[in-house]
């Protein structure tokens, strides 16, 4: 069995405790070396056989699984945040179910997630943004045309940016398309870690601050009025709202 397990944002003890067991009990451990904190690895056994995937293309990394599934061992595929969102796990699924390698998919704490909680942000506010857009700028990785950050920008969301901090400028002009220049930005750089960063300021300031802290890889962008001092509150606790009991839709 491979297993496919986000290790979180970066602090080592924001993995789940699914995660770690299965860790503890895989034979061969592949991390993704560049991005995943190195604390991690304590958790895997003293015999276990580590590999570090930043030195790996493609076909080394599946041909050293296939090789250990031959071996009767399970893997242990280590990715940063949660492996579902920029994870890279799609062109590896499909070699393992040409292989009929069976696969399972452990979730982690995605670094936007990470990166608001380190701002002490809610994502969602009543009234404000209902909303949350997870994308990235187009690069070598192709962005679908209607998918573009200046048509998303239009719809005033809260916006979660991946793998684009390094072209900040271009971010900004894209999204000044839908949003307002005093629009609220926050980038936070390599979110629960160590040395974390966090840069604060709209859409008319960010890029320059962001280029003077020399902030260029591993940031994540968060656009959006949350980022606001609101004062509008879900009725979920208001002691007005009537209810026998609380439901999800009375958040």
């Keep these: 069995m491979v297993y496919f397990i986000g290790a979180g944002p970066g602090d080592p003890e924001l993995i789940t405790l699914k995660g770690i067991k299965i860790i503890q009990a895989c034979d061969v451990v592949i991390y993704a070396g560049s991005l995943v904190n190195k604390e991690i690895l304590k958790y895997a056994k003293p015999k276990a056989e580590v590999y570090d995937s930043a030195t790996m293309n493609l076909d080394e990394i599946i041909?050293?699984?296939v090789k250990s599934h031959k071996d009767g061992k399970d893997v242990a595929r280590i990715h940063t945040g949660d492996p579902a969102i920029y994870g890279a796990i799609?062109?590896?699924i499909v070699r393992l179910k040409?292989?009929?390698?069976?696969y399972e998919i452990i979730p982690g704490v995605s670094s936007f997630l990470a990166a608001a909680s380190v701002l002490k942000k809610e994502l969602t506010i009543p009234e404000?943004?209902?909303?949350v857009i997870i994308t990235r700028i187009g690069g070598r990785t192709v962005v679908p045309?209607?998918?573009?950050?200046?048509?998303?920008?239009?719809?005033?969301?809260t916006m979660a940016i991946f793998?684009?901090?390094q072209e900040i400028d271009r971010v900004v002009s894209e999204l000044k398309?839908?949003?307002q220049e005093n629009t609220p930005v926050a980038i936070v750089y390599k979110a629960t870690w160590e040395d974390q960063v966090i840069v604060r300021g709209t859409l008319s300031d960010i890029s320059q601050k962001v280029k003077s802290k020399g902030i260029n890889k591993t940031a994540m962008i968060l656009v959006g009025d949350f980022l606001k001092n609101i004062k509008a509150y879900s009725k979920l606790y208001d002691k007005e709202f009537s209810h026998s009991f609380r439901k999800k839709e009375d958040l």
């Design 63 to 65: 041909g050293l699984i």
């Design 90 to 92: 799609h062109e590896q």
């Design 98 to 102: 040409k292989e009929n390698i069976d």
């Design 128 to 131: 404000i943004t209902q909303t």
């Design 145 to 157: 045309k209607e998918q573009e950050l200046k048509d998303l920008s239009r719809h005033g969301a």
């Design 163 to 165: 793998l684009s901090v």
């Design 177 to 179: 398309k839908g949003y």
